[in-house]
């Protein structure tokens, strides 16, 4: 991937220290590969951010800022991104195994091949995003905004969609789902 002169890698103790010293704007850094397993970093912007690989199993991202950012291939099982953005992230082959995202933003957001076995999903806005090949096993989609994703491939089996909004969706099966119809 081309990094822009205004990409900075940074490290995993940098990061701790400046979010200790109060820093929250970490847009645009390079993080791949960095291990931040069980890390606070409530309400953080990591726009754009470089994130490929990185290792964020049981960490804290809630209210935070993902938006287009790069988790391709990243550890996510068990860590929390409770009301997070993650407009078009991507995430395709990402590890989110018990991942919280309850209410989170990911509009647009590429999930393809990502395993998201019993994660929360609840009143989550999956609009247009490609879940294709991705694992929901188990996972709550509860009241979530499905509306265009493609789940196409999807493994489906035990999830929750109990007044999920699929309209227009791509199913497993390949079928588009229909609006509902309310009398």
Known sequence: MFLS???KMIGA???LQSYAAGKRNFRRVNLSGVALGSAKLRDTDFSLAIMTGIDLNHADLSQAILT???LTAANLSKAC??????????LQGSVLSEVVLRRAYLQGAILSRAILKGGNLQQANLMQVD???A???GA???AAFLVNANL???NLTGAKLSRAITTGAIMPDGRVSEPLVRT
């Open 5 to 7: 002169e205004d990409t």
């Open 13 to 15: 103790a940098e990061i």
């Open 68 to 70: 287009e950012a790069d």
């Open 81 to 90: 991104f409770y009301r997070a953005n993650l407009q078009k992230a991507k």
């Open 131 to 133: 879940l294709s090949g």
């Open 135 to 137: 694992d929901l096993s």
């Open 140 to 142: 709550d989609l509860t």
């Open 152 to 154: 196409r491939g999807a």
